[in-house]
């Protein structure tokens, strides 16, 4: 049986390899709805490559059974993260990649507040004090200028959808927290890209772009809708995972280090300006980070396993 504290520990490398990924995704969403496509078509054209694999590799590699064994939290987890991801796909053609992960750090805050409630996790003083630094350094990266206006150049809309998405990805996340202790990672990120494929493709038919829906590959968008299908999947595998080996406060915190790689995405493809206070924020994230990850005694309060 893998140590408590090591297991712990693989789940929050995961997270972070998820994390990277999630970024890497987000900059391919970004180019493409910049280039012209809805976020309907985004969703269809991110999930549905990886459907293809996912069941090849559960029914003909694995010869695993599809049914899963609680089909309810299964749904339960596609319905929050189909709101999650078309929330978000809508928001961050707006938003620059750092505003936009600045907005979805009030995730792991949310699921620090319902987890005690909804999953019977313990709060441990260490959460709070790095979820106090990582927002600290989330202000910095939010407002460089530290002037109230700088907060308002954050367009309201987009900003609104971006939370609603961090409360969605919340509540996804602590199902799939519930959810790991009865299927397999590949069975449920399977579900959700069955589910979202399916939902992209109805709201593309009923918005009329049915009909081009392929016409918007060409050679200028291949290389984003590749990375696009590749870093997803890669992102929910590794989540998924890594939500079977922590508790969730802890897991969900890791995604404060999107901040840096979202600070540097931001400068090297779409010239924004960082401050020095934007680089003293995406360190505070990352300490946040590190306190957690090397913090070996509170670390599961709810075994993988149990109900």
């Known amino acids: 049986m893998v140590p408590v504290v090591a297991q712990t520990r693989r789940g929050l490398l995961l997270m972070l390899l998820a994390t990277a990924a ?5 900059v391919c969403v970004k180019s493409l709805r910049e280039a012209g496509m809805s976020t309907a078509e985004v969703i269809f054209f991110r999930m549905t490559p990886g459907l293809v694999w996912l069941w090849f590799e559960l029914r003909v590699h694995r010869k695993l059974e599809l049914r899963p064994h609680r089909r309810d939290l299964v749904y339960l987890r596609s319905l929050f993260g189909i709101g999650a991801m078309a929330t978000n796909f809508y928001a961050v053609q707006t938003l620059t990649l750092v505003q936009h992960n600045v907005l979805s750090l009030l995730q792991p805050v949310f699921i620090a507040l319902l987890a005690p409630l909804l999953l019977r996790e313990r709060m441990h003083a260490v959460v709070l004090a790095a979820l106090v630094l990582a927002g600290g350094g989330a202000l910095l990266v939010l407002d460089p200028g530290a002037a109230p206006a700088g907060l308002g150049a954050v367009p309201l809309v987009p900003a609104c959808l971006g939370v609603a998405s961090a409360l969605f990805s919340a509540f996804a996340h602590m199902t799939i927290r519930r959810t790991a202790a009865h299927e397999s990672p590949e069975l449920v990120v399977f579900y959700f ?45 590794a989540m998924t995972r890594a939500y079977g080996h922590a508790p969730a406060t802890l897991v969900a915190i890791v995604a404060y280090v999107g901040i840096p790689f979202s600070l540097l995405a931001d400068i090297l493809l779409w010239d924004a300006h960082a ?22 005694r509170p670390l599961v309060a709810v075994q993988p396993g149990q109900p």
Do not use: E, N
């Open 22 to 26: 999630f970024v890497g995704m987000s």
């Open 193 to 237: 890209a069955l589910h979202a494929s399916l939902f992209g493709l109805v709201w593309s038919a009923a918005s009329g772009g049915l009909g081009h829906l392929f016409d918007l590959v060409s050679s200028a968008t291949l290389a984003a809708l590749v990375g696009l299908a590749l870093f997803g999947v890669l992102g929910q595998i």
């Open 275 to 296: 401050g020095v206070s934007a680089l003293v924020g995406a360190l505070l994230m990352v300490a946040a980070g590190l306190l957690l990850s090397r913090w070996p």
